[in-house]
Nanobody
Framework: QVQLVESGGGLVQAGDSLRLSCAAS????????MGWFRQAPGKKREFVAS????????AYADSVKGGFTISRDNAKKTLYLQMNSLKPEDTAVYYC????????????????????WGQGTQVTVSS
């Protein structure tokens, strides 16, 4: 069991950077693989990035490669998403999610794979 709370969103200009945080509470945070998803108005929730429980395996959506970096600090029970060179198309509500076990890379891009979700944090990028 794990509880997730996102923070760090806000309104920024194109080209700016933000770092999102996902604070977790629970007894076995380090055993969870985790991911970031986002959902823009009128669109389906989409995969952004994922990271294994040990931090060694990472995956990114093609749309954010080169600009976003996922990381985790298990000692602090916190997941991060560093977002650089933000663009208006990055505007969305960003959600943190966690899953038990060790899913495949493909499975970690699917919303159904995740057992726990945060409430989301809004990121708005203006031109």
């Amino acid at each position: 069991q794990v509880q997730l709370v996102e923070s760090g969103g806000g309104l920024v200009q194109a080209g700016d950077s933000l770092r999102l945080s996902c604070a977790a509470s629970g007894r076995t945070f380090s055993s969870y693989a985790m991911g970031w998803f986002r959902q823009a108005p009128g669109k389906k929730r989409e995969f952004v990035a994922s990271i294994s429980w040990g931090g060694g395996n990472k995956a990114y959506a093609d749309s954010v490669k080169g600009g976003f970096t996922i990381s985790r600090d298990n000692a602090k029970k916190t997941l991060y998403l560093q977002m650089n060179s933000l663009k208006p198309e990055d505007t969305a509500v960003y959600y943190c999610a966690a899953t038990e076990g060790v899913p495949s890379t493909a499975a970690m891009t699917m919303t159904y794979q995740y057992d726990y979700w945060g409430q989301g944090t809004q990121v708005t990028v203006s031109s």
